[in-house]
């Protein structure tokens, strides 16, 4: 705020709204209210951020409930000079009334009417809230306006951001009103959990409950992961005591309120009934389902069953991603999304990272690979005579040449960057995260002689001493596990702050696991040095950022092919057209266990091609490689 606009405010903008009671409580008002951080801009791995977006006064009607922003501009200019950032912000900020003042005059718009005003004075809290209630489009119902008063709970170290608050408002509210299925889509890392306990904070607060009882409602929070479970409650939920909430696993326990669950802990299967059927259809009143595009929601899963046999209780479905073709059935369900707050708005924001993308290909996967006339593999096989592509790699033939190119350039790229940056690399199988893992140990032998966790293998397969890898992994201390080499188990609901890094050498097709992947480097830690990440690409899969108003763009994206020693031959900066997608076969699923793999005895062959020499080459169009710091 310039000289003159400040002495404009101290000397007429704030008499003005002391004299209309903003400054008489429960009424407040901030002055400069920032609410986003400013996009990072790295750029010699410095932080630097834009400008941070600020209202010159926002306007509370309780404390955490704000309802109206002013803009104020030298005496000298006209009121309504700043009448459209105001208009922008308090739709941002999500609040009905604008104003702009230059001191003596006031300029309103009142979102509710969609009218333009002048005025002598700022209105009354008072009046804003009347004029806030109403049957109207935007208008709180009468009956429900002072249960949406209720405080947020007080974190010491956290506040919900002003994205949040609109999530959580407009959850509350539409609960309030009756509405049984809701979706919130939120990119990954913008605080969903955040946004949950608050609802169901406030919901517990007001006493509401389903069938209109005046008790604590009974929340039934759903995920497929441990993970997605247990961090909630034993993080932000654990605040309503221990008393209050359960983990369901092996028994149907009663009277508590908040429940946690895993759709495989309580579902039917083949020899036994769903443990949820020992819990009365009506028993929960609100159900939360997190990452609920991850299949709740399909006709045809178990999961479906889970939500289907609790039909009675309003059920809120929690998604990173917009609605895409392979996941329509969760819109369908939960009908169309309350609140939308994108990556893009994110990283515009500041409370995302943005991201770099990297295309690397090497010739194998650039042009094709065909083996010669009657070439056999490893087991005497002869390989089919015709063009393996990129989706082929370790699902129908195995080029460990190919894997030990890529697993040099991922060694170069980390060391012409960092090599102590958290990176998780994921592929295809089983099989190939334990190709990957030799020929990556190999070529960082020099640092695992003296640290052998620097690489570690994260999958289902490696059991609890995975497991143990993962809570290394996760922990933003430890300096000793850098690399994660997973398949599908890292792809969502794993919080990793500090990671740089997101390889994919498997091909994904999935709109929805592309974005759950690429989530895992979007968290912002400053004082850890994570202001940005970099998507490593080996199979082109990034030709899935086709949604540039949900993913925003990327700050740059190089193309390169390597030859069979890891080296680049050829890079550019280059678009990567659509046209390629659509020659791809869908990705396989479920084919990450092992099962395409080494035979389980000597009797039975492999389905997969076995290619143990050639060469391989990375291809990069134009000059040499340029990493970006």
């Not at 299949?295 to 069953?305: E, L």
């Not at 690409?537 to 193309?559: M, Q, R, W």
Request: proline share 4%.
């Amino acid at each position: 705020m310039g000289k003159n606009e400040a002495q404009t405010c101290y000397e007429y903008v704030e008499p003005k709204l002391r004299e209309a009671s903003w400054e008489s409580e429960p009424y407040c008002f901030y002055k400069e209210y920032y609410f986003t951080d400013g996009r990072i801009r790295p750029k010699n791995n410095r932080n630097q951020r834009g400008k941070r977006k600020f209202v010159d006064y926002l306007l509370l009607y309780r404390k955490d409930f704000p309802i109206a922003v002013v803009e104020a501009k030298r005496k000298n200019k006209s009121a309504d000079e700043g009448l459209e950032q105001a208009i922008e912000y308090a739709e941002l900020l999500g609040v009905k009334f604008a104003y702009s003042t230059n001191g003596k005059g006031i300029v309103e718009f009142d979102f509710l009417t969609g009218k333009q005003s002048s005025l002598d004075s700022f209105p009354t809290p008072q009046e804003l809230w009347q004029r806030l209630q109403g049957e109207g489009e935007g208008q709180i119902l009468p009956n429900i306006a002072d249960k949406l008063l209720v405080p947020f709970f007080q974190f010491p170290d956290k506040q919900p951001r002003y994205y949040q608050r609109n999530a959580i408002y407009g959850a509350v509210s539409a609960i309030l009103k009756g509405q049984r299925r809701l979706l919130l889509t939120m990119a990954t890392g913008t605080g969903k959990t955040t946004v949950a306990f608050q609802i169901c904070w406030k919901l517990t607060s007001i006493q509401w409950s389903s069938k209109g009882e005046v008790r604590s409602p009974r929340i039934l929070f759903l995920a497929d992961r441990n993970v997605l479970v247990d961090d909630p409650m034993n993080k932000d939920f654990a605040v309503f005591g221990e008393n209050k909430i359960h983990k369901i696993q092996g028994e149907a326990k009663k009277g508590r309120d908040i429940y946690f669950a895993i759709y495989q802990a309580i579902a039917s299967d083949s020899n036994k009934d769903g443990l949820y059927q020992e819990y009365d259809p009506d028993y929960f009143d609100l159900i939360i389902v997190d990452e609920c595009h991850r299949g709740s929601a399909r006709d045809d899963s178990n999961w479906r069953q889970i939500l289907e046999y609790f039909e009675p209780a309003y059920q809120l479905g929690l998604t990173a991603t917009p609605l895409r073709n392979d996941n329509q059935a969760t819109y369908q369900y939960f009908g169309n999304p309350l609140y939308i707050y994108s990556l893009k708005q994110g990283i515009d924001d500041g409370f995302l990272a943005p991201y770099r993308v990297y295309r690397i290909r090497t010739r194998s996967d650039q042009e094709g690979w065909q083996p010669t006339w009657g070439e056999l593999d490893r087991y005497g096989r002869t390989i089919p005579d015709e063009v393996f592509l990129t989706p082929d790699f370790e699902k129908n033939l195995v080029r460990q040449v190919r894997t030990r190119a890529i697993a040099q350039h991922i060694t170069d790229f980390l060391k012409a960057t960092d090599r102590y940056a958290k990176t998780i690399i994921f592929c295809v199988d089983e099989e190939h995260v334990k190709s990957m893992i030799k020929e990556l140990r190999n070529l960082n032998s020099d640092i695992l002689q003296q640290n052998p966790y620097y690489i570690s293998r994260i999958t289902s397969d490696a059991g609890a001493i995975g497991k143990g890898h993962l809570y290394q992994f996760k922990d933003i201390e430890n300096q000793d596990h850098v690399i994660a080499i997973t398949s599908k188990l890292l792809t969502t609901g794993v919080d990793i702050p500090t990671c740089k890094n997101v390889i994919l050498a498997r091909v994904i097709r999935s709109m929805t696991d592309f974005k759950q992947i690429i989530g895992r480097g979007t968290r912002v830690k400053e004082e850890y040095g994570k202001i940005s990440f970099n998507i490593v690409d080996y199979t082109n899969s990034t030709v899935l950022f086709n949604d540039p108003d949900f993913d925003g763009e990327p700050a740059l994206i190089i193309t390169s092919e390597i030859d069979d020693r890891g080296e680049v031959i050829e890079t550019q900066e280059d678009d990567f057209t659509e046209d390629e997608a659509e020659e791809r076969e869908d990705e396989q699923e479920n084919n990450t266990d092992g099962f395409w793999g080494l035979p389980d005895d000597e009797d039975s062959l492999p389905r997969k091609f076995y290619v143990d020499g050639g060469r391989e080459e990375i291809n990069c169009r134009g000059t040499n490689l340029r990493l970006r710091r």
